[in-house]
């Protein structure tokens, strides 16, 4: 006759739902989030809405899961500290995001963040402006899916004093000739790009306290379980018929696994 010692078949069921319930159970890769807004420029009029606009997407991220780290106003050297340690904080990421309010230049079909220490007259492209392309690159990983929402296309008049004072400079070469609004940026596989108006063009403020396209970024993010895609046509939609159809939305996705902004719960998933 077959002897079980005493709580040996306890034991293996314990140790099975442990397994079971472990494996359930597993840390999900973080969702993280950078989101960047400059207002109050040294050397031009504030912006009325970026500073809340950075705000409110953030608080909205945090309050969807996603692990946040915000900042406003930063002059150049800030901003490249804070990209690095972001992208040091977001190594076992899955899925990053990076949203940008505030002031942009295109400058020779790149596309740059202005830092609030911007002095168009005494501007170094290199030494004072941040490359868009670059800083979206050093956040894309392998088998990592990253979103991008630049809210900066705005009519910017530090734009126009730079392009005064490269054309008075006598060794100023073409390459430095400043673009309206921002260029196309190209999406490598894994990245999504929207911004807050098609290429070539500038967007609106808007009348309240944040601009036309983030007041509808925060009316649609939290839409549950939607890719962001589907989020942004909704986006631009609620933005050309607050515009009256002047602004248009844009982006372009490369996405090569499905990215949504509010996912649905981890046990809303069946057995």
Known sequence: ????????????????????????????????????????????????????????????????????????????????????????????????LFFYAGHSMEIGGENYIVPVGFDPYKAEIDRDLVSLRETVGRFKHEGRQLAVLVDASRDNPLAYEYQRAIRGRSSGPASHEVGTGLA???????????????????????????????????????????????VLVLVRDQVVKDTGGTQVPWYHSSLTEPFSINPAPEDAAAP
């Open 1 to 96: 006759m077959k002897t079980t010692l005493p709580g040996t078949r306890t034991w293996a069921c314990w140790s099975i739902a442990l397994a079971l319930f472990a494996v359930g159970c597993a840390t999900p890769a973080p969702r993280v989030a950078l989101v960047v807004g400059h207002a109050h420029y040294e050397h031009t009029s504030p912006l009325a809405s970026p500073t809340a606009d950075a705000h409110a997407v953030a608080n909205k991220l945090r309050e969807l899961g996603w692990e946040v780290t915000a900042a406003v106003d930063l002059p150049r050297q800030a901003l490249e500290e804070h990209a690095a340690a972001f992208e040091r904080a977001a190594t076992d990421a899955a899925q990053v």
């Open 184 to 230: 196309e940026l190209p999406a490598q596989a894994g990245t999504f790009v929207a911004y807050a108006t098609a290429p070539g063009h500038v967007t609106l403020d808007g009348r309240g306290k944040h601009s036309v396209f983030t007041r509808a970024l925060l009316e649609h993010m939290d839409f549950r379980d939607q890719d962001v895609a589907t």
